[in-house]
């Protein structure tokens, strides 16, 4: 019996991790999440080269599921989150510059 469904649009994200890499230079974009648009789904997590999302912690919001949040320092920019999360779920982790990031959040980013 022939599948009904029609998967197609999976196509273009990629299989989860493998093996786990680190930064080798400072990114020329980094992934920011808009914790008001996030569900705390963790779709993008499994996805992450560097394995840097990580869910914040239930006291900062006191909601059962949390939002997920990025280890910056160790985000290489690589984009997959942001597409997946696109994707897949509710369009909330947004790529910016790196110099925008070092500037708004008042950090220097190691790389």
């Known amino acids: 019996m022939a599948n009904k469904f029609n998967y197609d649009h999976y196509k273009t994200i990629p299989e989860p991790a493998e093996k786990v ?6 990114p020329k974009l980094i992934a920011v999440v808009d914790e008001d648009n996030c569900t705390g789904c963790q779709v993008c997590v499994p996805f ?6 990580e869910p914040i912690p239930e006291e900062k919001y006191g909601i059962p599921i949390p939002p997920v949040q990025v280890r910056h320092d160790e ?23 790196t110099e925008a990031f070092e500037d708004i959040y008042d950090m220097t980013l190691s790389g």
């Not at 992450?48 to 999302?53: K, N």
């Open 21 to 26: 890499n680190f930064k080798k230079k400072k």
């Open 48 to 53: 992450c080269p560097v394995d840097c999302i």
């Open 75 to 97: 985000c290489i920019g690589c984009q997959i989150c942001a597409k997946v999360c696109t994707k897949l779920t509710w369009d909330a982790i947004r790529m910016i510059k």
